[in-house]
């Protein structure tokens, strides 16, 4: 395929998913609101997520301890070990590990949900039954990662300060009170809030992709894994635009 | 002596769909009169479920007019076809069953989007009567991959009759089935017509369907109607065209 045509791919791509994003803020918010399948998409989206979180959450608090003590030794400063990973975890590698985990599991579940209910026809047999699938199906899903992810992303952070204590605690003894006293002492409201804003922005980028990539599924069974597949990938390379984003307004409020 | 003309339910006049470059349908006409049933002919490819999405809405005509009791369903805005939609149902040739739904749930759910202020009670009453009136009640509990193909399709044709619809369109109601269970759909479409004095129009290539429900047989051929007869009208055709449907 020439260069040519893949820009002009490219660009009708971006045009589509900025169109259906337009239709989820047009659609999305009017009345007649599927409660209860926004309640079962937040069930299944965060509290289902929570153990596969909370565990890379986990492992991620003590691997990062264990590769930054050495360094630290060597500038001998190693009683700022708390700080540093505080910072790191809340401030970034919490929010975009836990996005990216959630894009890996949600973003590729619900593409190939919807994917699968549009090649079986079941979107087509919502419509014929004058039920408003982009409401149903889309603005739920969408609403559901946008504020799940930032509550998953908080108990996220926690865990892996947990298991950044314990990381501590392996070659040296820091209580537990001191340990949360100096993680906390170092954080401040400008760390804090940047970090879980963004999550808002991961949460919906997961969303509207994976919702996109399902309800514009073809190819039969080809094409649900090719949805499942490029959701995930669309969603990650997004998570990463946005941070870059995030971080560049961050630096023009002066909250870094 | 004349049989009075009955009212007429759906009037399709110069149809034209195209995909790219390709015409599907191309200045399609046809009237559908209330209470029978029209089965649509064709070859595969010729654009018969084309012609029941464009009806239904789901695919927008480049031109002509589709008017469903009298108002044009090609110029309705969306809200409007989702109540115009209500008189008519759709039976999918994949059942399009909600898979992660019960077939309770299945049934409740367009009741319930539907009729908003309808009581529990007599959403009971009617998920259990449409059950009955296909002989599954038994499998109300059920999830759809439980089911065999023929349930299945008798439970699609339960959810499309749940709402009481005044028209029914058929996308191949017995393609994949074997004899006794397209026998069983047949006699099933049949006896929920009489009951609740709907219009149909069926897609099928299977000429035992088309012999036992047609009451109106149309040939679909290079996106135009070809001809229209009744099934014995068309099986004495000498026409190559119409006598390899019946070969």
Redesign the interface.
């Known amino acids: 395929m020439s260069l040519v045509i893949r820009f002009k791919n490219f660009l009708d791509e971006t045009g589509n998913i900025a169109r259906f994003t337009g239709r989820f803020f047009s659609l999305g918010i009017k009345p007649r609101y599927e409660l209860k399948e926004f309640f079962n998409q937040c069930y299944t989206i965060g509290y289902l997520s929570l153990p596969l979180v909370g565990l890379t959450a986990f492992i991620m608090g003590l691997v990062l301890t264990m590769q930054l003590r050495p360094s630290l030794v060597d500038y001998g400063v190693e009683s700022q070990l708390p700080v540093m990973v505080g910072l790191a975890i809340v401030r970034e590698i919490g929010p975009v590990i836990t996005a990216l985990i959630f894009a890996g599991k949600i973003g590729s579940s619900i593409g190939a949900e919807l994917g699968s209910m549009k090649v079986t026809e079941q979107i087509d047999a919502m419509t014929v039954s004058g039920i408003k699938p982009f409401k149903y199906l889309v603005a739920t899903r969408v609403l559901a990662t946008t504020l799940m992810l930032p509550l998953l992303t908080i108990l996220g952070d926690a865990i892996s300060l947990f298991g950044a204590y314990l990381g501590v605690n392996i070659r040296s003894v820091t209580s537990f009170d001191l340990f949360f006293l100096q993680v906390f002492k170092s954080l401040d409201f400008s760390d804090v809030l940047p970090a879980i804003t963004k999550t808002f922005f991961f949460g919906f980028a997961v969303g509207i992709v994976g919702c996109y990539k399902g309800f514009n599924s073809t190819k039969g069974t080809q094409g649900v894994g090719i949805s499942a597949n490029s959701a995930v990938v669309l969603s990650s390379v997004l998570i990463f635009i946005i941070d870059l984003l995030a971080v560049q307004i961050t630096e023009l409020l002066g909250l870094n | 002596m004349e049989t009075a003309k009955k009212e007429p339910v759906i009037i399709i006049k110069d149809l034209v769909k195209a995909f790219g470059d390709k015409k599907i349908l191309d200045g399609f006409n046809l009237t559908v009169e209330k209470g029978t049933n029209v089965v649509i002919l064709g070859k595969s490819g010729s654009g018969k479920s084309v012609l029941i999405k464009c009806i239904?809405?789901?695919l927008q005509s480049d031109s002509g007019s589709i008017n469903v009791f009298n108002e044009n369903i090609s110029k309705m805005a969306e809200d409007e076809l989702?109540?115009a939609?209500?008189k008519?149902?759709?039976l999918?040739?994949?059942n399009?069953?909600?898979?992660s739904m019960t077939i309770r749930e299945n049934l409740e759910?367009?009741l319930l989007?539907?009729w908003?202020d309808i009581t529990s009670e007599e959403v009971e009453r009617l998920v259990n009567e449409a059950l009955e009136n296909v002989d599954l009640l038994h499998t109300i509990d059920m999830m759809p991959s439980e089911l065999s193909g023929g349930m299945l399709k008798r439970i699609a044709l339960a959810r499309t009759m749940i709402?009481r619809p005044e028209i029914i369109l058929y996308d191949e109601p017995t393609t994949g089935l074997d004899p006794v269970t397209s026998r069983e759909i047949e006699n099933l479409i049949l006896k929920l017509q009489e009951k609740n004095h709907t219009s149909s129009i069926i897609i099928s290539h299977d000429m035992n369907c088309v012999k036992n429900t047609a009451d109106l047989v149309v040939l679909l051929l290079e996106g135009k109607c070809y001809i229209k007869g009744t099934f014995e009208e068309l099986k004495q055709s000498t026409d190559e065209n119409i006598k390899q449907f019946f070969e």
């Not at chain 2, 399009?96 to 898979?99: I, T, V």
Request: hydrophobic fraction near 45%; glycine fraction near 8%; charge should be neutral.
């Open positions: 239904i809405g789901l989702d109540q939609r209500s008519i149902g759709f999918f040739q994949s399009a069953l909600y898979d759910f367009p989007r539907h908003v709402l």
